[in-house]
């Protein structure tokens, strides 16, 4: 299938380490012109080189933490300045910390809504001039299976990416008429760094090894294995090229059946 990539204009926030990287190498491979995004220079240039080694594309980089509103604009503005255009935008950034609801200040709060649901806000606004200048772009939101089922011990997430979903599909319908495509791509059980991150604090809080913890979870996996990054890229990608013409305010669950919801 031709996907209508080449070379297009293609930003990916958080990209330096897993999805987003994963993402971005996808693009690369498909002949877009990619730009990725990360407060960590040092992993960013670790990422462009391991991305020019696979593809032999060499990527873009820019340095944005997406907390920061200025640095928001000043990379969309960057990626525009070298690329003269903007056609698919991909956002995405680091989980926020896992915990209950009495674990949670009002700090945690304002922290996860900025790092999760406002960073994306930001991202889709300064890129929205762009993206309809050439009769339309595709938007992906990355998100989590929490969009469609709350995770036990992840609350912030939980209410956050709720939000990006509800922001897609409202988005959809603002933006449909000017040929703009947004949807959001969920990962449940993806072989991440994150993952393992949640999944040691989960173990030592059941006083299990991680191994036991991460064999009781991917019994709960239909496929009965965890996904990988390139798997969960790849649905990126479909929905983020000019293959996808037809689909829009919707959420993909890359989770290998887990989650139940209709």
């Not at 990626?79 to 609801?101: C, H, K, M, Q, Y």
């Not at 030592?204 to 996996?221: K, N």
Request: proline share 3%; hydrophobic share 40%; net charge negative.
């Amino acid at each position: 299938m031709e996907l209508g990539l080449q070379d297009k204009s293609v930003f990916v926030a958080a990209a330096s380490k897993g999805l987003g990287r994963a993402s971005a190498l996808e693009f690369a491979r498909e002949g877009a012109r990619v730009t990725i995004a990360s407060r960590n220079i040092e992993q960013l240039q670790e990422a462009q080189q391991e991305i020019a080694s696979a593809t032999g594309v060499t990527v873009d980089i820019v340095q944005m933490d997406v907390n920061d509103a200025t640095q928001i604009q000043s990379a969309i503005a960057q990626v525009i300045e070298r690329t003269s255009r903007l056609d698919v935008l991909v956002t995405n950034a680091g989980g926020p910390p896992g915990g209950t609801f009495t674990d949670m200040e009002d700090e945690h709060w304002q922290q996860a809504f900025e790092q999760n649901l406002l960073s994306t806000i930001r991202l889709i606004r300064a890129a929205l001039p762009a993206l309809q200048s050439d009769g339309g772009g595709r938007i992906v939101n990355i998100a989590s299976s929490s969009v469609k089922q709350p995770i036990d011990g992840l609350i912030l997430s939980n209410v956050f990416r709720a939000g990006i979903q509800a922001l897609t599909k409202t988005l959809s319908s603002e933006y449909g008429h000017k040929g703009i495509l947004i949807n959001t791509v969920a990962p449940g059980r993806i072989a991440t760094d994150r993952i393992l991150e949640l999944d040691s604090k989960r173990a030592a809080d059941q006083q299990i090894s991680v191994e036991q913890l991460q064999a009781q979870a991917t019994a709960q996996i239909p496929l009965g294995r965890m996904g990988t990054p390139e798997e969960f890229a790849r649905m990126v990608v479909f929905y983020g090229s000019f293959a996808n013409t037809y689909v829009t305010g919707q959420s993909l669950i890359v989770d290998g059946g887990t989650i139940r919801a209709l």
